[in-house]
């Protein structure tokens, strides 16, 4: 029997007895239980505002500098509000080319979300998990945006604030749009998020990671280029209207749980880290330290078989890092309790070993021959 | 003082006192009860499928002949299903030009949606609000798709079954892809819908119209084209992923919701379609008599005129025709009660009396001149 080409979508919803899943990107611990407790009394169901409930905006104000509620479009998930900016920008009329730069490897949408918007994918690759900013400056003169994502799925690195700076500076000076995706801003490890910031930003980020909301859908981006946020809400009035009314009311819910929630969340996910890293570095492979986010891109050569044995042969789900433009490596989410992850450890450890084994007898028939 | 200029957003959300709203087109009535009845007991968080959730798209499947739930996707209400299927559609590699056909007057986000997707928009102009189908068979061979909507928002007229077989023939016939919008499926006063059928069609519908839940943003689409579903789903994974889950969860309580529900709804809109209808012949305008959704579109000459002095003089909000490709025209939605439908049309007879009037004088004066 030929086992079935895999892709993330063979995993999504699996819940199989004895699968050990470090695929899915979404934290495993519920939201708070505040955001549950308006559901038993609502009753709303009109149209909301297309750029979102004015209370929603105006809370996330608190947390942006020079911003109002103006300055927000509440949307379907960061995708929605990634989404929506790059066909913006892709009909702007800017006379700069269609290009939208991107570190690699990168999380898996970008490429697909760039071209669907009409525009061309354009690849740094990241030295040792990290930008490279002369490569970086090199190619971001020709691009008209250029998609950042620190801390980073797949990578889980943050990049320094001195990158992040040296970035405001370069796209400030060759007029270049920057699109933060910072969804994973308050999964840092190694410092305060720093948040990159000028007139030709575009701040995205949602309630999924940082408040478990995933499913719910609630993202929204943040700009003080008022006309580009203008521009944002007309494409949403004709592709989606308003985003989910409850969910944005559960989102608000969300905004006023005492930050306690979001540094407990913080000491689980270090731990987790500190759990993955030391287990797969002592079953000797290679891999970054996580800075934040929760996932960790170890090369294992072979990732398409490391990922189809893994799941057929040991029930683990990994994902490729093909997928995510990192070839020989694979990416493992670790939203998952301690004991899973102990477990799933146990079972990459014991297929390295059988593939060790299975090597060196061929070795030694090679020299036999 | 000059009157600013009026657009659709400057009505979305008025509440103010005393104004009598015939703009924003969204039933008055609550949904069903039974779709808040989950809410004190939900505590899931995590993504559903990108298609949808199975149980839904298989409670759908029931309605719809020769499918499964399979043929179903679930999108952040019909304009998102729409948006999704023309961006798939003008990536399908097919060689026709990437051109959709649609009705004039039309729902005022078609155009946008088109170009937004990278289509160009032509036009079909209605005769007495209905498809002159010579017209249509010269355009849409040229075509690559064309937007059905009848039910129509906002003529509220409904096609005749020999038209809508008719449109069947010709797409097939020369292979143009059909999105029928059947979001006012539900709300036909002259006879059961029909339901455009073929392998070439993708059906867009919503829980908006049907079950008033136009906030919570639920729509699907139906197609028995598995590649076209499946392009679709990819689309949607990359640019919002999963419809709201806890949307999604209420939708489906609608669909067990006795069809009584819907029928006692169909008696109220018709008893307010017949105020509507009767009060503006009898104050001497001229407009085609609804047959289903519910909208009037009565021709009153300068609309720009009209709706302005009737939004800052009369405290009544209409929407311009102009926004729907029909000048000279206004669309009344009557989504309000009967008490607050006659009080409308008390201030609109005043209005159109008073402009009598005043027309009336400067006739005078200038005979006598």
Same mark, same amino acid.
């Given at each position: 029997?030929?086992?079935?080409?895999?892709?993330?979508?063979?995993?999504?919803?699996n819940q199989e007895e004895g699968v050990i899943s470090f695929g899915s990107g979404q934290p495993d611990l519920p939201p708070p239980k505040e955001v549950y407790q308006i559901l038993p009394h609502y009753r709303d169901f009109k149209y909301g505002q297309v750029q979102g409930q004015f209370k929603l905006r105006e809370a996330l104000a608190w947390h942006y500098p020079k911003s109002s509620a103006e300055s927000f479009v509440i949307t379907n998930g960061a995708s929605e509000a990634l989404d929506l900016t790059l066909r913006v920008?892709?009909?702007?009329?800017?006379?700069?080319?269609?290009?939208?730069?991107?570190?690699?490897?990168?999380?898996?949408?970008?490429?697909?979300?760039?071209?669907?918007?009409?525009?061309?994918?354009?690849?740094?690759?990241l030295i040792d998990g990290r930008i490279d900013i002369e490569d970086f400056e090199r190619k971001i003169k020709d691009c008209k945006a250029v998609i950042i994502n620190s801390p980073s799925n797949p990578t889980g690195r943050v990049e320094s604030v001195e990158t992040l700076q040296r970035i405001e500076e370069l796209t400030s000076q060759?007029?270049?749009?920057?699109?933060?995706?910072?969804?994973?801003?308050?999964?840092i490890y190694v410092r305060q998020n720093y948040l990159i910031k000028g007139p030709h930003v575009v701040t995205i980020n949602s309630f999924s990671k940082t408040y478990a909301m995933c499913g719910f859908r609630v993202g929204y981006l943040w700009s003080l280029d008022q006309d580009l946020v203008n521009a944002v809400i007309d494409m949403k009035s004709h592709t989606s209207m308003n985003t989910n009314i409850l969910g944005q009311e559960?989102?608000?819910?969300?905004?006023?749980?005492?930050?306690?929630?979001?540094?407990?969340?913080?000491?689980v996910w270090?731990?987790?880290?500190?759990?993955?890293y030391d287990g797969l570095k002592t079953l000797g /492979? #290679?891999?970054?330290?996580? =800075?934040?986010?929760?996932?960790?891109?170890?090369?294992?050569?072979? &990732?398409?078989?490391?990922?189809?044995?893994?799941?057929?042969?040991?029930?683990v789900i990994t994902y490729?890092?093909?997928?995510?433009?990192?070839?020989?490596?694979?990416?493992?989410?670790?939203? /998952? #309790?301690?004991?899973?992850? =102990?477990?799933?450890?146990?079972?990459?450890?014991?297929?390295?070993? &059988?593939?060790?084994?299975k090597a060196s007898?061929?070795?030694?028939?090679?020299?036999a021959a």
């Open positions: 029997m030929s086992k079935p080409k895999l892709t993330p979508s063979s995993f999504i919803g920008l892709a009909r702007n009329g800017d006379q700069k080319p269609n290009k939208v730069l991107m570190a690699r490897p990168y999380y898996y949408s970008y490429p697909h979300i760039a071209q669907a918007a009409g525009m061309d994918p354009i690849f740094t690759d060759y007029r270049v749009y920057v699109l933060s995706d910072e969804v994973y801003k308050d999964l559960m989102a608000y819910e969300a905004t006023k749980v005492p930050s306690d929630f979001i540094y407990n969340q913080l000491e270090k731990k987790r880290r500190d759990l993955i /492979l #290679d891999l970054w330290k996580p =800075e934040g986010a929760f996932y960790v891109l170890p090369f294992v050569g072979n &990732s398409q078989e490391f990922v189809t044995d893994m799941f057929y042969e040991y029930k490729m890092g093909d997928w995510f433009g990192a070839p020989g490596r694979v990416r493992f989410s670790y939203a /998952l #309790d301690a004991k899973r992850i =102990e477990e799933g450890l146990n079972r990459v450890g014991d297929y390295l070993k &059988s593939k060790k084994k007898p061929k070795k030694a028939e090679a020299v």
